[in-house]
């Protein structure tokens, strides 16, 4: 090993600064360069930013110091906490603002944060130069330089040390063009010590997920209505023939209700009927009874012998097995006698059921979480993930997580991925903008959203331009889905096929993760309870039996949507969402809207062109940024759907979208390969 | 002192709690409520905000909890680190935003948190209420409710505790009613105890400023020609002749230039000759010789005993006395000879003087803050300030603190102002936005301003918007000075005295700090340097004469503008600053600008209507918000300047300003007395 190698080259690992930003009086008082307004740091540091493995993150600063003295700052990172830090030059951006950017190349956790300093031998060329361009006398100047380089070449690797004492040498003897060879620049920035560099106080955090987490197709289920002949309860090895629907879909996520045993104890009927009929089923979110609770089977779906086999049959077709976690029970889950608790009690030595008075819910105890044995529920909730991991499952589909603890949350989720990195968490929090940013940013990775109310263009394009280029950009994962066993929506009432085409295509385009509640979904359903937003005879409460072949059905259109978004790195991120404007005589149309969703090197840049009128046939007139785009005056779309291609320009290109027919185009945008001869050519 | 007293009723300084938001896990898993977004909260709590003692603070936070209960959240704020808590509740916006507002009453440091937590009370209250509501059976609610109510007995004073557990007795018989009584509420607010309340984990800090640091008019001039008659170099004793002519013009502050010993070596000479004449004065910029440094007086301006009296005779015509602390050394500056480590020397042995190649300040050598003595260097540029603190002074006006370090600058003025908070600094860098920023953040009451070279409408508008609702109005004192002895300018060239009148009523209305370099003025010297922004025969560089009875002196215009402010609370303080359209043919004039200054509470408004055209009489039509300040369809605006009166509508008001006369007027808005009749009375 050379004996003086003191510092090793740059992008090498680099050794451990103490942070000192601002306090330095106490410590060291020549720091002189300050970093403030380290972007992106979400709440002071205090939550990591998110990323998919492979994405890389851009970090911003500003960074002075007095004087004039030229300033070097870099990024620091490193992909586990006390790693090595790798680091990368920051450039400046005017302003003092300076830029950098990684990539996180591990499932995990990444760290960055920014150093500083003066750079010596940086801030004497450029002065240099300019005395030297004045004709001044540089004889001192360049013996100052000397020293810098003869300081270098102490921590320099022999070979380099020797050239850094030939350019010592030259400059001592008054030359001072070897001042400003670019392999002394080279090398000084390798060798010479950072001086009092400053860090930044805080150490940052991504989370860096798995793809899957961060682009993914769900399809919901209830595997008891999966029975492959009417009148049956469904079963686990049902669902197994079941698979290969669900894959030619193109989804990769098979999502399940609550697979547990269901409370028998003041146990929901039909249509959410107060006391159900001997023989129905129960809702699945009524968790425990006899035969178990959250660790546990209903039996009537099958064996945990079962539940593998499943898990396995469902990699095989290229599927993840989703387990819906709800954290309450039925009055006769085994918690509720081994752990009484964990719930609260009543003067009148009844345990407290959920309730948002006056609604009463006498099926499901909540838990307590603010019981004196925290800890001990704290443990046995993580212990239910823990025992479905141990099962192979690692997507979870978290119920109602805004009803519990968020400090209990960000331990459960923080611990858990510190072992199980893959594991992704969606919430289903339908709660208030700031509880569902306020999961994200403390762990769940991927959420529910308002899409289900936004429906005109209007609130879809403020609603994205709010997830895509606000902050929640940097920690919330949206997750789209037209429907779900809790939710139909009005805009489905009248059971237009067209609607169920529209959503279904704007949840799958708008955004990198989407989901849908099958079969009812594919197969057009549409029934509300009267006066409220759900379906009527709802599967949460009994069985059903789905004809998938129905000649209605649209599963080859959801298919499509599945296999576009899997051609398409364009459709896989939230970012390079754009909208464009839709003409119709001469005004913004409102019921046609257009968006696009471009990768960064435009490779590869898909166009929806929608129409949100149910009714009647839509026209307009769509104007692309095709020369931002490079495509010149004339280019190519496809439509993915269909096939057929269009000529388009740089103008205004006709779109007429009919509802009875197909109320949407996905385009694929192109250059064409051999450009049309502009007639100007030969004029 | 009563026996059960085991917490202090509301509004009473309260017991202090650990802050743990978002960390509960290790320690206290039941804080469930969740403090997010705190404002205002300079980059994380790093910097304190500023603010005029007497003056509120709002203070705003994000705080939620899981699940449906009534959080209460409260405002905490101090005095002093370490200090007893006050607090006050802080009242929903809506979108779990929370907000609430306190005094910072002792010049200063106050201190500022939030603490949140389950009103489990009102969440009772809350939920009896709408059992009652729905005939629900709410017996065993009461008993629950009883038990609150015993356990707040607990710690009530004796009184309060009777009172309570007869509302418990109450509740326990089944009186529904007892539940809602005001009285009841009242004494749970005070006496239940909170239980796993959330603290934001920062505690954020105000610098609390005297009204001087707030709002202050400056007049700076060199003593050395403050001579009573010509050809001879004026005194200390001199400037006191002159204070009552300061004090008339209304200033609240006199700043003079160094006053310490000129160096005689490199000395400049007239208008920055690089070789002084003999007898020629220098700069006082060029500081230390061998009659002493930064804490001696320059002997031809007189003695520390005349300084003495000087700052007396200020004191008795309401006048500070600030001084420029400039920190470098002329050549023959006794600490280059007592300390020359704190100087960088170069090899062949001489020390390094201040260059920004290839310019070179042979009469200045600046210290070097990589000094491996840097706390000896610290500690005597503290005693500087200490030396003059001591000799009454306690206003400084710092010269380009950012050509020095800035963990320096947080250290030495945290240190001074925290046994001096009534200290006032004023940057003077002329710098880049963030060096000028983050000098004001980490500690300087005012500064220096890009005002000089904001002379469009355009350009006036965004800085002053800038200012005063971006982040700076949190942390930057802007004084605006339409010249310095550095800066003269191009829109004076001409001379005319239309642009001396409209450059001083800009800056002494948009800004509640101005200052004016006189006695040039308010004289109307306008010759510049050829090629610099700089004045002829520089008073940096030689001795003047000043009569001040020149007939063309404007003196009596900015005593009018100095009156006026004092008169007028609105153009105290930069928060209340809005523009107003001005129209001409139908578009927005680009030379008239019209801005208001407004109290909270509306009770005095004052506008600008002012002309930026020296050359042309200009017209325009200006409308103001007269329904949103309560003015009716007709109103008054009585011309300060002048003592003219208007009545103008809440429609389009002519104006006609002309630069030969009066380009600008000073409006006090005002209800009027006895409201015209409305015509549409009679009819």
Avoid at 83 to 88: F, G, L, R
Avoid at 91 to 101: E, F, I, K, P, T
Avoid at 183 to 196: D, F, G, I, S
Avoid at 466 to 494: A, M, S
């Amino acid at each position: 090993m050379p004996a003086k190698a003191k510092q090793p080259p740059k992008g090498a690992p680099v050794a451990e600064a103490a942070p000192l930003n601002g306090l330095a009086a106490q410590t060291e008082g020549r720091r002189r360069v300050v970093i403030e307004r380290v972007a992106p740091e979400l709440d002071g540091g205090r939550f990591p930013i998110k990323r998919g493995v492979g994405e890389t993150v851009v970090v911003s600063c500003d960074a002075f110091a007095d004087g004039h003295d030229v300033l070097a700052v870099a990024l620091r990172f490193r992909t586990a906490a006390g790693a090595a830090w790798h680091e990368v030059p920051m450039q400046h951006l005017g302003n003092d603002r300076w830029q950098a950017s990684f990539a996180v190349e591990h499932v995990g956790r990444a760290f960055y944060t920014v150093q500083a300093w003066i750079d010596r031998f940086a801030t004497w060329e450029h002065q240099l130069h300019k005395r030297v361009e004045a004709g001044q006398d540089v004889r001192v100047e360049l013996l100052i330089g000397a020293e810098l380089v003869a300081e270098a070449a102490e921590y320099a690797l022999p070979d380099a040390a020797a050239v850094l004492r030939s350019f010592a040498a030259a400059l001592r003897e008054g030359d001072a063009k070897a001042g400003f060879s670019p392999e002394l620049a080279q090398l000084m920035a390798t060798y010479l010590p950072r001086r009092y560099a400053t860090t930044h106080e805080r150490e940052l955090a991504v989370t860096v997920d798995r793809p899957l987490a961060r682009c993914s197709a769900w399809y919901e289920l209830f595997p008891r209505s999966a029975a492959l002949e009417p009148g049956r309860h469904g079963t686990f090895r049902d669902l197994i023939e079941r698979l290969p629907y669900v894959a030619e879909l193109g989804f990769d996520i098979l999502y399940m209700p609550p697979i547990h045993p269901i409370g028998r104890t003041f146990r929901k009927g039909k249509n959410n009927s107060v006391t159900a009929e001997p023989g129905e089923p129960g809702s699945p979110w009524a968790i425990g009874a006899v035969e178990g609770g959250h660790k546990s089977i209903h039996p009537e779906l099958g064996t945990l012998e079962d539940f593998h086999a499943l898990v396995q049959a469902a990699k095989q077709h290229g599927l993840e097995i989703a387990l819906d976690i709800a954290f309450q029970c039925a009055p006769d889950h085994p918690y509720v006698t081994e752990h009484p608790e964990w719930f609260r009690a009543r003067p009148d030595g009844t345990i407290q059921y959920a309730e948002n008075p006056p609604k009463k819910y006498q099926d499901i105890y909540p838990f307590d979480f603010e019981t004196s044995d925290w800890p001990g529920l704290w443990q046995e909730l993580k212990s239910i993930f823990a025992f479905w991991i141990a099962q192979g499952v690692t997507v979870f589909r978290v119920d109602n997580p805004h009803t519990k603890s968020f400090p209990f949350w960000e331990w459960c989720i923080g611990e858990l991925k510190r072992d199980h990195p893959e594991l992704i968490f969606l919430a289903e929090a339908f709660s208030r903008p700031k509880l569902m940013y306020g999961l994200a940013k403390l762990g769940f990775t991927q959420s529910y959203t308002y899409f289900t109310w936004r429906t005109t263009k209007w609130e879809l394009t403020e609603y994205m331009l709010e997830l895509t280029q606000g902050e929640p950009r940097e920690f919330f994962g949206p997750n789209f889905w037209p429907n779900t066993p809790d939710i139909l929506t009005p805009q489905f009432y009248t059971g237009q096929r067209s609607v169920f085409l529209t959503r279904a295509a704007l949840a799958a385009t708008l955004t990198a993760s989407w989901g849908l509640y099958g079969p009812v979904y594919e197969l057009l359903q549409y029934m509300p309870v009267k006066g409220r937003e759900e379906y009527l005879d709802n599967e949460k409460y009994e069985i059903h039996h789905w004809n998938l072949k129905q000649p209605e059905s649209i599963s080859w259109f959801i298919a499509a949507l599945n296999r576009i978004r899997r051609a398409n790195p364009a459709l896989q991120r939230n970012a390079g969402l754009r909208f464009h404007r839709v003409d119709f005589d001469f005004h913004e149309s409102d019921q046609i809207i257009a968006y696009s969703k471009a990768t960064p090197d435009l490779s590869n840049i898909v166009l929806v062109v929608l129409s949100l009128d149910p009714d009647a046939l839509q026209r307009g007139w769509v104007q692309l940024p095709a020369e931002e785009w490079g495509l010149g005056s004339h280019y190519e779309v496809q439509d993915l759907l269909t096939g057929a291609s269009y000529t388009w320009t740089s103008g205004f290109n006709y779109v007429e979208l009919d509802p009875a027919t197909m109320p949407l185009h996905i385009l694929h945008v192109q250059r064409v390969e051999a450009p049309l001869h502009d007639v100007g050519d030969y004029v």
